[in-house]
């Protein structure tokens, strides 16, 4: 082999090598904390006994829970069916970014999720605790909770059945849907004092979602039914959020604020642009997007910024921020969220690695029990800035 040759040979394999090496150095540092948080969610709150999750970590910890319509309850030896639902929906974002390894949690989330299946009541639905342990109310918010991370382990997994538990979770939530005050549903069922942009948010998301997984047209009309009523009666027109409910014993808006109800109007907004191409839902995205940024972001003495809010209502939020940032590129709405996150992630985790419900970290929460629905939608965070990183692919409809 003469010199030029053995040159040229040297080159290509000294490229090869580098190439090669190059590869192997790709760092995922979001991926790896979206499943770090998830197998330590899954190690620390897991009921084997059920199958199920606790409410707290450590799970001796039983507070009075308010979050239900009537009155406080305590919490039990397994969680009510809101925080475990975060559960399901990192489950569906992991499966979104690594199938192989994940989808088996979708599996098993799925077998926990039946175990609040009431086929007591007619149509059947889910309620807000397991079946094996009484019967309680059925929340329509709930209901589009369960509904939509079936639909997402649908496109996710393309398995039918996923499917057709989220059509049958709308036609529950449909049930409770009267023309008083032009339409919508009230939070639980049988229960007609309001109708809560929760409730309304989650069955327009699953509506849509089934739209793009179907192509039924009815699927369109019913979400855009939804997403008609909450920009009438509950956005606000000057400041571009949306209000927590319309009270329809007085006729009157709660002008409460919470960030998932804006979160879920403007996922809507950009679904519907995406689907009809329509530039008046992409200008109310961004006029939400922009009106949640000023209403809810404030910022800490060192700039860190942060929202005032349960961190799940805030990832709804951030939800609606990472669709419109697939559809315009604009860095601005998710960048602040991943800046706040990324400060709690290095200054507001416990002794057990889980982040505080401040994730400014200004109180000290290191011996302070862990709510399930604070710790469950950590990886869902960090999996949603992989995927804006560009560490992973999202394999959803892949």
């Known amino acids: 082999m003469n010199s030029k040759i053995r040159n040229i040979v040297l080159f290509v394999s000294t490229v090869f090598v580098l190439l090669s090496c190059a590869g192997e150095s790709k760092t995922t540092p979001n991926k790896d904390k979206a499943e770090e948080m998830f197998q330590r969610v899954w190690e620390l709150y897991r009921v084997p006994k059920y199958g199920l999750f606790s409410e707290y970590y450590p799970s001796s ?3 009075d829970l308010t979050y239900f319509n009537d009155s406080t309850r305590q919490a039990q030896e397994v969680s009510y069916l809101w925080p475990m639902s975060g559960v399901f929906s990192s489950a569906v974002l992991m499966a979104a970014i690594e199938p192989e390894k994940y989808t088996v949690y979708v599996d098993s989330m799925v077998m926990a999720m039946e175990r609040y299946y009431d086929t007591t009541r007619v149509p059947f639905g889910y309620q807000a605790y397991p079946v094996q ?13 369960v509904g939509i991370d079936y639909i997402d382990s649908y496109l996710v997994t393309k398995n039918p059945y996923y499917l057709e538990k989220a059509k049958q979770v709308l036609t529950f939530i449909l049930s409770g849907w009267d023309e008083n005050f032009e339409g919508a549903v009230s939070w639980l069922e049988g229960v007609k004092d309001q109708k809560p ?45 949306v209000w927590n409910s319309w009270l329809t014993t007085t006729s009157a808006v ?21 689907y009809t191409g ?3 839902y992409l200008d109310n995205a961004k006029f939400l997007a922009e009106g949640s940024y000023k209403v809810f972001f404030k910022y800490t003495e060192d700039g860190i910024p942060y929202i005032a809010d349960l961190p799940w209502f805030n990832l709804v939020l951030f939800r ?3 669709d419109l940032y697939n559809v315009t590129g604009d860095s601005k709405y998710v960048d602040t969220m991943i800046k706040g996150l990324d400060y709690a992630w290095d200054h507001a985790r416990d002794q057990a690695g889980l982040m505080y419900h401040d994730w400014t970290g200004r109180t000290d929460e290191k011996r302070k029990p862990k709510w399930l629905l604070d710790a469950s939608c950590v990886p869902e965070y960090y999996a949603r800035v992989a995927m804006i990183k560009g560490e ?7």
């Open 61 to 63: 910890h039983r507070p």
């Open 133 to 145: 342990f009484g019967k309680v109310d059925r929340y329509y918010d709930d209901n589009g909770l």
């Open 197 to 241: 942009a929760c409730s309304n948010g989650k069955a327009m998301v699953l509506a849509l979602k089934l739209y793009e997984a179907t192509k039924d047209e009815y699927y369109l009309e019913v979400g855009k039914k939804f997403y008609h009523w909450i920009d009438k009666y509950l956005k606000d027109p000057e400041r571009g959020v």
């Open 254 to 274: 709660c002008p409460d604020l919470y960030t998932y109800n804006t979160g879920t109007l403007l996922q809507a907004a950009v679904a519907l642009y995406n």
């Open 278 to 280: 329509e530039q008046a």
């Open 320 to 322: 609606g921020y990472h």
């Open 392 to 398: 992973v692919t999202n394999r959803k409809n892949k």
